[in-house]
Nanobody
Framework: QVQLVESGGGLVQAGGSLRLSCATS????????MGWFRQAPGKEREFVAR????????YYADSVKGRFTISRDNAKNTVYLQMNSLKPEDAAVYYC???????????????WGQGTQVTVSS
């Protein structure tokens, strides 16, 4: 079992930055691919970014490429999402998730956090 707890969400003006964190429990953090997803009101939960087990490989949704950076610290069992140049359309509840394999499909992720709200004012 892996427990995930997100933090770092909040209200920011368009063009601003936020850094989300996701702390995990357990001693197997490095055996999981970690991903970030988001869900806006009335919309499906969508993939944002993922990072490989060692952190050497990352993959982003086109909508955030060049603005968001995913990273992980296996010593701290934590994954991060640095979000720059935020836009109103980035507003959503952001979830971190853990998967055994490299994937951007929601169904491939076995464990999920409770989410953290990001609000972007225009």
């Amino acid at each position: 079992q892996v427990q995930l707890v997100e933090s770092g969400g909040g209200l920011v003006q368009a063009g601003g930055s936020l850094r989300l964190s996701c702390a995990t429990s357990g001693r197997t953090f490095s055996s999981y691919v970690m991903g970030w997803f988001r869900q806006a009101p009335g919309k499906e939960r969508e993939f944002v970014a993922r990072i490989s087990w060692s952190g050497g490989g990352t993959y982003y949704a086109d909508s955030v490429k060049g603005r968001f950076t995913i990273s992980r610290d296996n010593a701290k069992n934590t994954v991060y999402l640095q979000m720059n140049s935020l836009k109103p359309e980035d507003a959503a509840v952001y979830y971190c998730a853990a998967a055994r394999g490299l994937s951007f499909r929601r169904s491939d992720y076995d464990y999920w956090g409770q989410g953290t709200q990001v609000t972007v004012s225009s």
